[in-house]
Structure formats: C-alpha cells, structure tokens
C-alpha cells in the first residue's frame, strides 16, 4: 500500500511539474476526484510549488517571532464585556447568512477574528470603490475583471462606538450611485462635490 | 474703470454679512454669495472629510476661466485616483487599473438658476444664523449656522471665508447637534497661481481605457412607480435607469436593473432604488447607519426591493419608503 501511494505520489508530482502526457493526466485526475488524501498531497505539492516560486510566502523566522509575541499578547488580553446587538438582532439571525462580531460568547482569539472582520470590510470597501463606477456597464470585458474582483455577498455587522453598522457590498454600490447623482444640493459646489470626490466611503 | 465698481460691490457684499450673533440672515443670497465664491475663486488646497469615524484627503486645484470651471482632485487616501472636472463634465482616472470613468453631473449646473428661480423653498425649510467668527487653514470666517425648521432634515455649520465667501469647512449636525460629518480645507492658498497644465488632463485619456456609465434617463411614472404622498420639501430631481449588468459577471447586484430616483429639498439628497425582489440576496429589511449623515432603508414591495439612500434622518427615509407605491 506504501509503495502504491509513493508511486501515485510520484506522479501527483509529475503532473504538478507539468512532466505527464494528457492521457496520463486524466488518469490522475480521476484519482484525484475519488481518493481524498491524493487530492491533499496534489494541494501539498501545488503550495510547495508556489513557495519555491515565491520565496515571500514561505515563513521566515522573524515571522515566527511575531506570532509568537502576538500569542503571549493574546493571551495577556483582558475579558471584554459581551456588548448586545440591537433590537432586531434575533430577526437578523434567522434570516441572513451575517458574521457577527464582538456578540455571543468571547472566544480566545476574538482579537484576531477581529482583524479579520475589519480585512473583510476592508476588502469589501475596495471592491466596492472598483466596482462602484463599473457596475452600470454591459461591457462583456467589464464583466469580466469584475467577475475577477468578485466580492463575498455576505453582509459584515460591526460593532463600533455608536452601535451597529452593517456592511453589504451591494448596499456600497448603491451608495456609490447615490454619490454620482445624488448632489442636488445648494452647498454641492464646492463642497458637495469636494466631500463626494474625496470621500469614497466608510468603513476603513 | 470696471475694477473700482467691483471692489465697490465686494466691500458692500462683505459688509452685508457683518451681522450681529445669533440674526437671521436672507438664506437665498447667502446661498448665491457662497456658490458664486466657489465659482469665482483660484484656489489650491488640502481637503479633509472625516465621517463615522473614517478620513479621507484629497488634494484640490481650481481655476476659473471665463464660464469655464477647471477643477482637480487628486485622492491623498484610499485608491488612487484623479478626478478632473470641466463644468458638469467629470473624468475619474484609475491609474491602479488604467480605467478612466467619464461621466456628465447634471446635478453641478443646477445651481445657481435654481436659487434663483422661484421654485427654490430652501428658505421654508432652512433658517440661517450668524453664529460668530473663526480662523480656519488661516482664514478669517464667518460661522453661520442651517437650522432645520424639522426633524426630517440635519442641520449644518458653515465657515465661509470673510472675503468672498468660499465655504472651507462644513459640518453636518444630527437632530441632537451632535458632529455626524465634517469637510474642511486643512490648508488653502485663495488666488494661488495655478498651472494650467495641472488641469489640462482632461482630454488626455491615453493609455486608458475609457468607460461612459450607461444611464437611461426616464420617469418614475414610466416605470410605475408613484410617491403616494411628497415628503415635505423633497423634490424629484431626476429618474434614472441603471442597466442590469450579466449576472455572469459576478457582481453582487446580479442581472437586474435598477431605477434610481433622486429628490433633494435643496440641501440634502435623497436616492430611491428599486430593483426586482431576490431571495437570495434580499434578505434583511432595515434601517442601516452608513457611518456619517447616510443611513439606508431597505423595504420589500411585493415583487420589488426598494433601498432609500440619503443624507438625512431615518425618519425621512421611513417617509419615503413608505410613500412609494406601485400604479395600479
């Protein structure tokens, strides 16, 4: 059985490194589909692969160092208190597939599930700000980088100082059209205009 | 021979704004004085916005050329990006991408014809105060104060420069007076030189490729839809189609289009967007706090999802919501 999985191994590598012939390939890929540990070593040798390439992905020591310090930060983090969401928290469970932050049960790495979130908003916020003049397009090459910056549908609730804020890339969207059409004011020049051109959005 | 009678009137313009703290002053002219400073005035400057706990700057050039306006506005913060301004025709150039956006503002040659028609009630919905004086980015202000008669719009606090009015930080007060927003010029130089070719990308979009939002002009009426009753002092503006981009495409508003109806009272903004109801993606019915003075509203009208947005109070966007109904 050993000697079966190094020879299939061998040739998981051989089809990573490009070295198999399109019949051999088929072949492997079929394994791929049905063996669950052959498609984790293929996912081994594809991220080996991109480490080797790219000498930035692989961890260095100094790396190590501040994971390490940020573990004992961790730990030395005082409890925060359970803040509740508003009124229509319950209602919002039920129905909509959000990522909570800062609500239920503090866990051990709230903190870095903390950044993550912000990542998130931030990544969201981004996407948005490229998307924002793009989406009115029917552009088939349009289409295309925009299917290539695809942003995650999920809506992110935050917890900041004044309460709730919810984050939904589609909302972002609309906000955007809101700023390009939306200034109808007396005070739009200059400062309207200024406000709408320089500012592209909350929630970084 | 022209120059006296201009410094003349100047000096009379000015003195008219010295008044006592705590009057109220004509809204209108005040109204006029600001945006013809804006119109009129070459300036370069630093420009701060800090909303819901957010900040962002951008680096401003304006000149005016006859009836020409030329502005720039080169972003400090965020994604890279400069915005070039002719008059109501505005370029976004994403060096990032090499994307340019060019797009016409209809909304930027509204004023000052609006003010000063007659149908301009900006006046029976906002008072104006003289609050005081104040020394911004090294300017001598005047303060005035915009104070909502209700509580279906925000009150602002203008500084506006002694000289010849040009608004150089504006706050947006919630219904308690509370900060909700803030725009400012952190440094300003008024009658700087400016080079002309700073301002003369305009035209130049080489090496990028070039796209024009596909906006259909139409009517509420047109696509049956009717406010069933007007929000106090909310004007339509404008009711545009945003056509559905692929749903391919991977966007999140998938394949639909969108109707944008637009309303302002003068002063704040008001944008209703309906679309077709989705299941998937339309789940959450609410009030939302964008950060800032924007909330949003999303409401569900049998076949249709409707999202207000608006720099107002929710109860304004409640207002609307509620007001929309579909033609029989």
Same mark, same amino acid.
């Given at each position: 059985m050993g000697d079966l999985n190094s020879f299939s191994n061998e040739r998981i590598s051989a089809m990573v490194d490009g070295d198999l012939q399109s019949d051999e390939c088929g072949q492997i890929?079929?394994?791929?589909?049905e063996d669950a540990q052959s498609l984790e070593t293929w996912h081994v040798y594809q991220v080996v692969g991109d480490v080797l390439r790219s000498p930035e992905l692989a961890p260095t020591r100094s790396d190590m160092a501040f994971w390490?310090?940020?573990?004992?930060?961790?730990?030395?983090?005082?409890?925060?208190?359970?803040?509740?969401?508003?009124s229509d928290r319950s209602t919002m469970e039920k129905s909509t597939p959000v990522?909570?932050?800062?609500?239920?049960?503090?866990?051990?790495?709230?903190?870095?599930?903390?950044?993550?979130?912000?990542?998130?908003?931030?990544?969201?916020?981004?996407?948005?700000?490229?998307?924002?003049?793009?989406?009115?397009?029917?552009?088939?090459?349009?289409?295309?980088?925009?299917?290539?910056?695809?942003?995650?549908?999920?809506?992110?609730v935050m917890e900041t100082p004044v309460g709730s804020m919810l984050r939904d890339p589609r909302l972002d969207e609309l906000m955007a059209a809101h700023r390009q059409l939306g200034g109808h004011s007396a005070l739009q020049v200059p400062a309207g205009f200024l406000r709408n051109a320089t500012y592209e959005g909350t929630g970084r | 021979m022209l120059l006296p009678i201009a410094w003349c009137l100047c000096a009379m313009q000015s003195a008219a704004w010295a008044q006592p703290l705590g009057v109220e002053v004509p809204l209108n002219a005040w109204l006029m004085r600001v945006h013809q400073a804006a119109r009129q005035s070459v300036y370069t400057g630093t420009f701060v916005v800090s909303a819901g706990g957010a900040m962002a700057s951008a680096r401003i050039w304006h000149v005016c050329d006859g009836s020409q306006q030329l502005e720039r506005v080169e972003s400090l913060s965020g994604t890279p990006?400069?915005?070039?301004?002719?008059?109501? !025709?505005?370029?976004?150039?994403?060096? #990032?991408?090499?994307?340019?956006?060019? @797009? *016409?503002?209809?909304?930027?040659?509204?004023?000052?014809?609006?003010?000063?028609s007659s149908d301009s009630a900006i006046g029976d919905f906002y008072r104006l105060k003289v609050i005081g004086n104040d020394r911004i980015a090294g300017f001598d202000s005047d303060v005035f104060q915009l104070v909502p008669n209700d509580g279906l719009r925000y009150g602002y606090r203008v500084w506006s420069e002694k000289k010849a009015g040009l608004i150089i930080q504006l706050q947006t007060l919630g219904l308690d007076g509370k900060v909700l927003e803030q725009a400012a010029f952190s440094e300003l130089q008024l009658d700087a030189t400016v080079n002309v070719n700073k301002l003369s990308r305009m035209g130049n979009t080489d090496g990028y490729r070039v796209l024009r939002?596909?906006? !259909?002009?139409?009517?509420?009426?047109? #696509?049956?839809?009717?406010?069933?009753? @007007? *929000?106090?002092?909310?004007?339509?503006?404008?009711?545009?189609?945003r056509p559905a981009v692929s749903a391919a495409a991977g966007t999140v508003g998938g394949g639909q289009s969108t109707m944008q109806w637009t309303f302002s009272d003068g002063v704040a903004t008001v944008s209703l967007f309906v679309e077709a109801y989705d299941r998937q993606r339309h789940v959450r019915e609410g009030m939302t706090d964008m950060g800032g003075a924007t909330h949003t509203l999303t409401h569900r009208i049998h076949d249709w999802w409707v999202t207000v947005v608006g720099e107002v109070p929710p109860a304004t966007l409640h207002a609307f919501a509620q007001s929309l109904e579909r033609k029989k």
């Amino acid at each position: 059985m050993g000697d079966l999985n190094s020879f299939s191994n061998e040739r998981i590598s051989a089809m990573v490194d490009g070295d198999l012939q399109s019949d051999e390939c088929g072949q492997i890929l079929d394994r791929l589909r049905e063996d669950a540990q052959s498609l984790e070593t293929w996912h081994v040798y594809q991220v080996v692969g991109d480490v080797l390439r790219s000498p930035e992905l692989a961890p260095t020591r100094s790396d190590m160092a501040f994971w390490e310090k940020l573990e004992q930060r961790l730990a030395l983090e005082p409890d925060r208190p359970n803040i509740a969401l508003n009124s229509d928290r319950s209602t919002m469970e039920k129905s909509t597939p959000v990522v909570m932050a800062n609500i239920g049960e503090i866990v051990a790495n709230e903190s870095v599930f903390h950044w993550k979130v912000l990542a998130g908003v931030a990544c969201t916020v981004l996407v948005s700000v490229v998307g924002s003049g793009l989406w009115t397009q029917t552009n088939s090459r349009i289409s295309q980088e925009l299917a290539s910056v695809k942003p995650a549908a999920a809506v992110v609730v935050m917890e900041t100082p004044v309460g709730s804020m919810l984050r939904d890339p589609r909302l972002d969207e609309l906000m955007a059209a809101h700023r390009q059409l939306g200034g109808h004011s007396a005070l739009q020049v200059p400062a309207g205009f200024l406000r709408n051109a320089t500012y592209e959005g909350t929630g970084r | 021979m022209l120059l006296p009678i201009a410094w003349c009137l100047c000096a009379m313009q000015s003195a008219a704004w010295a008044q006592p703290l705590g009057v109220e002053v004509p809204l209108n002219a005040w109204l006029m004085r600001v945006h013809q400073a804006a119109r009129q005035s070459v300036y370069t400057g630093t420009f701060v916005v800090s909303a819901g706990g957010a900040m962002a700057s951008a680096r401003i050039w304006h000149v005016c050329d006859g009836s020409q306006q030329l502005e720039r506005v080169e972003s400090l913060s965020g994604t890279p990006r400069a915005i070039y301004r002719r008059n109501d !025709q505005v370029v976004t150039f994403f060096p #990032q991408s090499r994307i340019a956006i060019a @797009e *016409v503002r209809e909304s930027l040659g509204l004023f000052p014809s609006l003010l000063k028609s007659s149908d301009s009630a900006i006046g029976d919905f906002y008072r104006l105060k003289v609050i005081g004086n104040d020394r911004i980015a090294g300017f001598d202000s005047d303060v005035f104060q915009l104070v909502p008669n209700d509580g279906l719009r925000y009150g602002y606090r203008v500084w506006s420069e002694k000289k010849a009015g040009l608004i150089i930080q504006l706050q947006t007060l919630g219904l308690d007076g509370k900060v909700l927003e803030q725009a400012a010029f952190s440094e300003l130089q008024l009658d700087a030189t400016v080079n002309v070719n700073k301002l003369s990308r305009m035209g130049n979009t080489d090496g990028y490729r070039v796209l024009r939002p596909d906006l !259909q002009k139409t009517a509420a009426d047109a #696509q049956g839809w009717v406010l069933q009753k @007007e *929000v106090d002092g909310f004007k339509p503006m404008a009711c545009y189609q945003r056509p559905a981009v692929s749903a391919a495409a991977g966007t999140v508003g998938g394949g639909q289009s969108t109707m944008q109806w637009t309303f302002s009272d003068g002063v704040a903004t008001v944008s209703l967007f309906v679309e077709a109801y989705d299941r998937q993606r339309h789940v959450r019915e609410g009030m939302t706090d964008m950060g800032g003075a924007t909330h949003t509203l999303t409401h569900r009208i049998h076949d249709w999802w409707v999202t207000v947005v608006g720099e107002v109070p929710p109860a304004t966007l409640h207002a609307f919501a509620q007001s929309l109904e579909r033609k029989k």
